[in-house]
């Protein structure tokens, strides 16, 4: 393996951390404000932000483990135990989707009654 292709993945790495670190600071919180202004009920948008954190990290440990895999380090390589679990968080995403429209419905069933 070049230096080159390890130095790149890890370039990778560090900036898929970065843009995860973005999302869950900037992005996030962003979307959290907007939603508590258009729905009453914060609990539901609390719990929905939640979410979209635990899908930012699950997305990013995705991609970290995969560009660390590609590093072809031994040590480094011993991550791809974990790429299960995340994968199967990343399969019930289209389960949230689901979940976040019922929500969205009944939402606005409630505000169109007031």
Same mark, same amino acid.
């Not at 791809?80 to 976040?100: R, T």
């Given at each position: ?35 508590? =202004? /258009? ?5 539901? #948008?609390?719990? $929905? ?6 899908? &930012? @990290?699950?997305? +990013? ?23 299960? =679990? /995340? ?5 019930? #995403?289209?389960? $949230? ?6 929500? &969205? @419905?009944?939402? +606005? ?6």
């Amino acid at each position: 393996m070049s230096a080159e292709s390890f130095i790149v993945n890890l370039l990778k790495i560090v900036f898929v951390v970065l843009a995860g670190h973005i999302a869950l600071t900037k992005i996030i919180p962003l979307v959290d404000d907007m939603l508590k =202004g /258009l729905i009453k009920d914060t609990k539901v #948008v609390d719990k $929905f932000t939640s979410l979209l954190g635990i899908l &930012v @990290i699950t997305l +990013a440990g995705i991609k970290i483990i995969e560009f660390a895999v590609a590093t072809e380090n031994k040590v480094v390589g011993y991550l791809s135990v974990l790429s299960p =679990g /995340l994968e199967f968080i990343k399969g019930l #995403v289209p389960y $949230f989707g689901y979940v976040f429209a019922a929500v &969205v @419905i009944i939402v +606005a069933a409630r505000s169109l009654r007031k």
